[in-house]
């Protein structure tokens, strides 16, 4: 399995406070993606990053921001939550097409569920 | 424009039967990835299958096959012989190519299918 953590898995917060999910791999992958699942939309992308430093937008990226310092870690942030917010959050990996024989497939982490109250 | 569209949201089959869940995308990438996914009720994400879009035989994996209809832009899902195991929300993706070299994966709504006993 792709060595990828997310944390916190779970979080509880109120709405107006500041939150940070973390994404670690040790899988040394370039592309990392953050993507937010609802009942009714399936997954869509928050912000995605394609190297140290390099990160974009997604198509749901309002209220969020990202960082990725070191290639192993990728922060998701919300600068003050809304229960808008309230989803669960998967981080995912990526080699792109690296490879003779590499379908570029994602390797997602466990998910990291947060409720904003 | 939905790049990718899945327009089951729930199916019903019975065990040791086939079924095929439905899955058409859009896009002007003319090196393009799909793939299928398999979310259980415990909420990891499992790739299943793998189809590149100059690929000229549909993809197998055991009891998953794509169906994959390049003019009518679908890339289809089929499982035979139906296992209670396959319970479980289905997500079609894509892999589009962008000029910068990233890549960004846009997933469906998602079908879940119940196989029933």
């Known amino acids: 399995d792709a060595g990828i953590t997310q944390s916190p898995r779970h979080k509880v917060t109120e709405t107006g406070t500041p939150v940070t999910l973390r994404c670690h791999q040790t899988e040394n992958h370039r592309y990392m993606y953050w993507y937010r699942q609802d009942p009714g939309h399936g997954l869509r992308l928050i912000h995605y990053s394609y190297g140290v430093k390099d990160t974009d937008k997604g198509e749901v990226s309002d209220g969020y921001s990202v960082s990725r310092s070191k290639t192993e870690d990728f922060l998701l942030t919300l600068e003050s939550a809304t229960s808008s917010q309230t989803s669960v959050y998967f981080c995912?990996?990526?080699?792109?097409?690296?490879?003779?024989?590499?379908?570029?497939?994602?390797?997602f982490g466990e998910g990291s569920r947060l409720t904003v109250l | 424009a939905q790049k990718i569209t899945q327009t089951q949201p729930g199916m019903f089959v019975q065990e040791k039967e086939a079924v095929t869940l439905d899955c058409t995308y859009d896009?002007?990438?003319?090196?393009?990835?799909l793939f299928w996914y398999k979310q259980p009720s415990s909420g990891e994400m499992i790739f299943l299958i793998y189809q590149g879009s100059y690929d000229q035989q549909n993809a197998t994996e055991g009891r998953y096959s794509l169906n994959f209809q390049k003019a009518r832009k679908s890339a289809n899902l089929v499982i035979s012989a139906s296992q209670l195991g396959d319970s479980a929300m289905y997500f079609c993706a894509m892999r589009e190519a962008f000029n910068s070299g990233t890549y960004k994966y846009i997933f469906g709504t998602g079908t879940r299918l119940k196989v029933l006993a």
């Open positions: 995912a990996i990526s080699d792109g097409l690296a490879g003779a024989v590499n379908t570029g497939e994602l390797f």
């Open positions: 896009t002007s990438d003319p090196s393009y990835g």
